[in-house]
Nanobody
Framework: QVQLVESGGGLVQAGGSLRLSCAAS????????LGWFRQASGKEREFVAS????????YYADSLKGRFTISRDNAKSTVYLQMNSLKPEDTAVYYC????????????????WGQGTQVTVSS
């Protein structure tokens, strides 16, 4: 059974940084893509970034490119989201999710989801 467990969220001041982790287990992930999404209170879940396990192809939401970086450690089956220059509008629950194809940006296209981790950016 696939399990995705996020960690690393917390409270940070504007301008600060956080690194989120998503530990995956339950199968071999070669050929899969791991994505990060976020959902602010009262808003729809939105795509943040994704990376392919095998070759490391990455995609980013245009608005976040340059501040957020996604990476992976295949040996640890863990994907990271480094978030820099955080802003109050980055406040949200951040989720990781698994899909079978590159470049997918809609939540409905992802099959497995973690429970989420809260990121709060204070001004």
């Amino acid at each position: 059974q696939v399990q995705l467990v996020e960690s690393g969220g917390g409270l940070v001041q504007a301008g600060g940084s956080l690194r989120l982790s998503c530990a995956a287990s339950g199968r071999t992930f070669s050929g899969y893509v791991l994505g990060w999404f976020r959902q602010a209170s009262g808003k729809e879940r939105e795509f943040v970034a994704s990376i392919s396990w095998s070759v490391g192809i990455t995609y980013y939401a245009d608005s976040l490119k340059g501040r957020f970086t996604i990476s992976r450690d295949n040996a640890k089956s863990t994907v990271y989201l480094q978030m820099n220059s955080l802003k109050p509008e980055d406040t949200a629950v951040y989720y990781c999710a698994l899909a079978r194809d590159y470049g997918l940006r809609r939540p409905s296209e992802y099959t497995y989801w973690g429970q989420g981790t809260q990121v709060t950016v204070s001004s």
